[in-house]
C-alpha cells in the first residue's frame, strides 16, 4: 500500500503514510484525532495536504479513494 502511494507522490512522509492507513482503515477524522492526541482541525489540515499531494480532487470521496489502491 505505501509503495502504490510513493509511486503516485514521492513527497509523502511517513506521517503522511500513517494517516493514509488509517484512511484506509475507515478511521473517520474524530478516531484519527483521538489516537493521535490532536484536534480534528489538524486531522482536517493533514487530510488536505495528502489530497494535495496525490492530486485527489476535492468531490471526490479520500476514503473511497483509499480504498481503490
Not at 6 to 33: G, M, R, V, W
Request: aromatic share 8%; hydrophobic share 35%.
Amino acid at each position: 500500500f505505501n509503495q502504490s502511494l510513493l509511486n503516485i507522490s514521492t513527497h509523502l512522509t511517513p506521517t503522511d503514510l500513517e494517516y493514509c492507513a488509517l484512511i484506509k482503515l475507515n478511521f473517520d477524522t474524530k478516531q484519527i484525532a483521538t489516537l493521535k492526541k490532536i484536534s480534528i482541525g489538524s486531522v482536517e489540515s493533514r487530510k488536505y495536504r495528502i489530497r494535495k499531494k496525490l492530486n485527489i480532487n476535492n468531490s471526490e470521496n479520500i476514503y473511497t479513494w483509499m480504498t481503490k489502491i
